[in-house]
């Protein structure tokens, strides 16, 4: 039969534990998810602009038309968006226009919030994109 002691001592060493883990909250940065823009599509074009972003950091990005890489890099509320080169594809002037604009405005973004499966960077102008979660 286990005593009481020892029975308080186990429940203790496991609350310790439980404790010493790290928590990975809600409104963590989505390292390792697929997010969209919280956006319409344009007319004539299925496409919205997706970031998935790698557990490094590390995003493939598709916009409107274009696609490639960049990097994220975080700390705390902060963020600091580097894209990579683009591949050019047959986008109308449009297109390249509202990728550009785009690509500036997560570049421009300083700081980022999560709320549940919303996440918004935060700059001149603010971007909401919604995470992939099914």
């Known amino acids: 039969m286990i005593s009481n ?5 186990a429940a203790m060493a496991g609350a310790a534990l439980l404790i010493s883990l790290p928590a990975h909250a809600a409104d963590d940065f989505p390292f390792g998810m697929e997010m969209t823009l ?3 599509r344009m007319p004539g074009n299925k496409r919205i602009p997706n970031l998935e972003i790698g557990d490094a950091g590390e ?3 598709e916009l409107w038309c274009k696609g490639g890489k960049g990097q994220f890099s975080i700390a705390g509320n902060t963020v600091v968006f580097v894209p990579g080169v683009m591949a050019s594809r047959s986008c ?3 297109q390249v226009a ?8 997560l570049g421009a973004a300083t700081n980022w919030q999560r709320r549940g499966d919303t996440v918004t ?14």
């Open 5 to 9: 002691t020892t029975s308080l001592r």
């Open 38 to 40: 919280d956006a319409q």
């Open 121 to 134: 960077f935060i700059g001149p102008k603010s971007l909401r994109f919604r995470l992939n979660t099914n």
């Open 92 to 94: 109308t002037d449009a």
């Open 59 to 61: 995003a493939m990005v």
């Open 98 to 105: 509202l990728d550009d604009q785009l690509l500036a405005d």
